[in-house]
């Protein structure tokens, strides 16, 4: 039996963010987040984690990345700022699925993604918020989101430690493909 506090493929959802068109040119080190971001989503794909992505206000921002929307096609739209409420399998409130980890990445990490991660913590969800996946304009509002979302009990964790702690065990094919994922800079 595994501590609930590793993430789990089988009790997982991917939630990323508004990467979209006209926001993440914008937001520093947009390139890495980008690249992290596509290493969660090929990963889950790999894994069968359900996965959303949102967008904010698409008709001024834009649609999601060309990238990310090719592989993922729910993307609900919305105008709140936190996401919580358009995540259909949240806005109840319920555990969906016994999918209780919620695992998140996206922009920007002091404005949408703190509060998606907040909405959905009081919501009963086990939020965790991939730092390396995550970004905002500046490098200061997302260390202070971090921090913030650190002391509000969210786990911040890396996008290696997701894909390692969704694979499991090593030897399988579906650990080849996400140790490819992991050697590959692409």
Request: hydrophobic residues 45%; charged residues 25%; contains cysteine.
């Amino acid at each position: 039996m595994r501590t609930p506090q590793l993430m789990d493929r089988s009790t997982s959802r991917l939630v990323v963010v508004d990467m979209q068109e006209k926001l993440l040119p914008v937001v520093d080190r947009h390139d890495d987040v980008l690249r992290r971001t596509l290493q969660l989503v090929r990963a889950a794909q790999i894994l069968d984690v359900p996965t959303t992505a949102t967008e904010q206000y698409p008709r001024g921002l834009g649609g999601t990345v060309a990238e990310l929307a090719a592989a993922i096609a729910d993307r609900p739209e919305k105008l709140r700022f936190s996401a919580a409420e358009c995540l259909d399998w949240a806005s109840e409130g319920n555990l969906a699925e016994a999918k209780y980890q919620i695992v998140i990445a996206g922009i920007e990490t002091h404005v949408c993604v703190l509060q998606t991660a907040l909405d959905l913590v009081s919501k009963g969800f086990n939020v965790f918020v991939v730092a390396d996946a995550v970004g905002s304009r500046t490098a200061e509002d997302k260390s202070i989101a971090l921090k913030r979302l650190s002391d509000e009990g969210i786990q911040i964790v890396s996008t290696e430690m997701v894909l390692f702690e969704w694979c499991e065990v090593a030897g399988t094919d579906e650990f080849k493909q996400i140790s490819k994922l992991v050697t590959n800079r692409d």
